[in-house]
């Protein structure tokens, strides 16, 4: 089953609102955080009143939920405005006997309070989430599917006002990595530099997001593939003379190896070039280097690469970061080490 691209509900919660319909609660919740903190915080500016805000708008946390407090501030009439705005952050951190007594504001809600709920991992099982979504409205927020990134981005630099070359999504991409946080900054970089109404090449995002990190992996891959050991190490080192963490390192060469193996699938099943790069979710700019490591690289020695990969990623998340170097020399050795039999 495919999973539902990550804004759906949150655009059809931005076009309601801008067009002027207010729900009486909001609940966003899920576990890509920056989709869903930017959807609050264009929540609020819109339905926090402009008068008395200080006395119509509050912000409740719920690890140290105050209960009493915040029926007060629910059930009470606004000042010089229409309605009032409460805000519940971190709401999955309520526990049962509070979202018990929460049901009273949802069974009997006030008419001129707007209630936003926010949170990570939510219960939806429990009975007041639920009934937030079925008086309300519910946003839920997935980290996107890879091949759901280019779409984020493009929609992305619509509302920013870019206008972006499709390469030019698929460079930024490749460069900025999976986080849409690190790739909303990017864009923001590139809406500087740019300056309004100029259009994002390929070179320009080269120029200002990551220099020549891509062409490097594709480089690093292919002599991690030749078992190059001494040249793979000095790629490495490059890649951190540009600045990247070795965290993102390991994800890049991982994200690399796995397209390689859906490319020798494809190529296996004889797509086309257009289902060839529809399925890596890949631009045709890049597709011919794709496809020409995908010919030359043993499946065996992908999936080899991808288990060193995932035991140095779950080490560097677990080792202090003077031994980073230390740890890639061992993923390199390991990854360009003798093949193995059979």
């Given at each position: ?13 931005r076009q ?55 029926l007060d ?55 007041f989430f ?213």
């Amino acid at each position: 089953m495919n999973r539902p691209a990550p804004r759906k509900g949150a655009d059809r919660l931005r076009q309601e609102v801008g067009s002027g319909t207010r729900a009486p609660f909001y609940l966003l919740h899920g576990e890509e955080e920056y989709e869903r903190e930017e959807t609050a915080a264009w929540l609020v500016e819109q339905l926090a009143p402009a008068a008395a805000r200080e006395f119509n708008l509050a912000v409740f946390h719920a690890d140290s939920f105050p209960l009493e407090r915040f029926l007060d501030f629910y059930f009470a009439y606004p000042l010089l405005a229409g309605h009032r705005l409460a805000l519940i952050r971190g709401c999955e951190q309520l526990n049962a006997e509070f979202c018990k007594k929460l049901e009273a504001v949802v069974d009997q809600p006030a008419e001129t309070t707007v209630l936003i709920a926010l949170g990570a991992k939510v219960d939806m099982r429990r009975r007041f989430f639920q009934q937030l979504g079925k008086k309300g409205r519910t946003a839920e927020f997935r980290p996107p599917f890879d091949n759901q990134v280019p779409q984020w981005i493009t929609r992305h630099a619509q509302r920013r006002g870019l206008k972006l070359d499709p390469d030019a999504v698929e460079c930024l991409r490749q460069s900025a990595g999976p986080g849409l946080r690190e790739l909303a900054g990017e864009m923001e970089k590139l809406a500087l530099y740019a300056g309004e109404g100029v259009r994002i090449t390929t070179a320009l995002v080269k120029h200002v997001v990551g220099g020549h990190a891509q062409g490097d992996i594709f480089a690093l891959t292919h002599a991690i593939g030749q078992r190059q050991a001494g040249k793979a190490a000095v790629l490495l080192r490059s890649l951190f003379a540009q600045g990247e963490e070795p965290g993102r390192t390991v994800w890049m060469i991982q994200r690399h190896f796995q397209l390689l193996l859906k490319a020798q699938d494809l190529l296996r099943r004889r797509a086309s070039r257009e289902e060839l790069a529809a399925g890596l979710g890949v631009a045709p700019f890049f597709l011919d280097r794709y496809l020409e490591q995908a010919r030359h690289c043993r499946s065996a020695h992908l999936w080899e690469g991808l288990s060193a990969l995932l035991w140095a990623d779950d080490q560097l998340k677990s080792r202090a970061h003077r031994q980073e170097e230390a740890l890639l020399e061992l993923l390199l050795w390991r990854l360009c080490g003798p093949a193995r039999a059979g």
